[in-house]
């Protein structure tokens, strides 16, 4: 039985869930999404945060050259530089990621705006962050209502709708790039069954707001006085002689 406890690491037990009929179907379309979405997303680092071995091929494949995990516990089968922390403080350096993807982080986190408090924070100006998530206004989020009391994962999760990530984004500075709804199915355990497989079609036309998870990336606007990018040359390491360096920041500043 996965069990979700936001004592320990709720995304392992998501990533186990992600092995199930219904994880497996949902993951395949979260990662043809993030695939394009990080299509013209370029960079030197990206921190992904939470979940990792269910999107490591796909990050990997991206035009960012160094991906750094963040989650709560190791991943001993993960690829790329890891780091355990907290979610909700990030032992990052100021403006020196490009990219940071949050895969299903923000219903499970403490505090889902203070992870966003600390992506802006670590982005360099024009960097992107990638937020996939489950939407209470569907299907998805009338199912974990009728289900919340047995913290399983990923009912267990606080579901959020991309109004309100939209919301916390603008006033943050971020401005949204691109939207993306999918799984408009019920969240059954077995295949949908074949009569009602238009459901996909029809409600990505008339209902998409009502999918089952939406996914946003958002870009990191900044005062037209401030430059866009910093010099190649001069852009700080996030963890430089193998040390991750202080934040700048304290952890409560917006």
Same mark, same amino acid.
């Given at each position: 039985?996965?069990?979700?406890? &936001? #004592?320990?690491?709720?995304?392992?037990?998501?990533? %186990?869930?992600?092995?199930? $009929?219904? +994880? @497996?179907?949902?993951?395949?379309?979260?990662?043809?999404?993030?695939?394009?979405?990080?299509?013209?997303?370029?960079?030197?680092?990206?921190?992904?945060?939470?979940?990792?071995?269910?999107?490591?091929?796909?990050?990997?494949?991206?035009?960012?050259?160094?991906?750094?995990?963040?989650?709560?516990?190791?991943?001993?089968?993960?690829?790329?530089?890891?780091?355990?922390?907290?979610?909700?403080?990030?032992?990052?350096?100021?403006?020196?990621?490009?990219?940071?993807?949050?895969?299903?982080?923000?219903?499970?986190? &403490? #505090?889902?705006?203070?992870?966003?408090?600390?992506? %802006?924070?670590?982005?360099? $100006?024009? +960097? @992107?962050?990638?937020?996939?998530?489950?939407?209470?206004?569907?299907?998805?989020?009338?199912?974990?209502?009728?289900?919340?009391?047995?913290?399983?994962?990923?009912?267990?999760?606080?579901?959020?709708?991309?109004?309100?990530?939209?919301?916390?984004?603008?006033?943050?500075?971020?401005?949204?790039?691109?939207?993306?709804?999918?799984?408009?199915?019920?969240?059954?355990?077995?295949?949908?069954?074949?009569?009602l497989a238009f459901l996909g079609?029809?409600?990505?036309?008339?209902?998409?707001?009502?999918?089952?998870?939406?996914?946003?990336?958002?870009?990191?606007?900044?005062?037209?006085?401030?430059?866009?990018?910093?010099?190649?040359?001069?852009?700080?390491?996030?963890?430089?002689?193998?040390?991750?360096?202080?934040?700048?920041?304290?952890?409560?500043?917006?």
């Amino acid at each position: 039985m996965t069990i979700c406890c &936001r #004592d320990e690491d709720p995304w392992a037990h998501l990533e %186990e869930w992600y092995r199930t $009929p219904l +994880g @497996r179907e949902l993951l395949a379309e979260e990662t043809a999404c993030l695939e394009r979405m990080l299509r013209d997303t370029f960079g030197y680092y990206l921190v992904q945060v939470g979940v990792a071995g269910p999107f490591q091929d796909t990050v990997g494949a991206s035009r960012v050259h160094q991906r750094i995990l963040l989650s709560a516990s190791p991943r001993p089968r993960a690829a790329g530089r890891q780091m355990a922390a907290s979610p909700s403080r990030f032992p990052v350096a100021t403006d020196s990621v490009d990219v940071v993807f949050l895969p299903h982080v923000l219903e499970f986190a &403490r #505090d889902g705006h203070q992870v966003l408090r600390e992506t %802006e924070r670590v982005l360099i $100006p024009e +960097g @992107r962050v990638v937020v996939i998530g489950f939407n209470a206004l569907s299907l998805w989020g009338g199912w974990r209502l009728m289900r919340r009391g047995q913290r399983r994962v990923p009912w267990c999760g606080d579901f959020l709708t991309p109004f309100r990530i939209g919301d916390w984004l603008s006033l943050l500075g971020f401005q949204v790039e691109t939207q993306e709804m999918m799984m408009f199915r019920p969240p059954w355990r077995r295949a949908l069954p074949q009569p009602l497989a238009f459901l996909g079609t029809l409600g990505r036309r008339y209902w998409p707001l009502l999918a089952g998870v939406y996914a946003i990336r958002a870009v990191k606007r900044v005062s037209t006085l401030t430059p866009l990018r910093p010099s190649w040359k001069t852009r700080r390491q996030v963890i430089p002689g193998g040390a991750v360096e202080p934040t700048a920041r304290q952890n409560g500043c917006a």
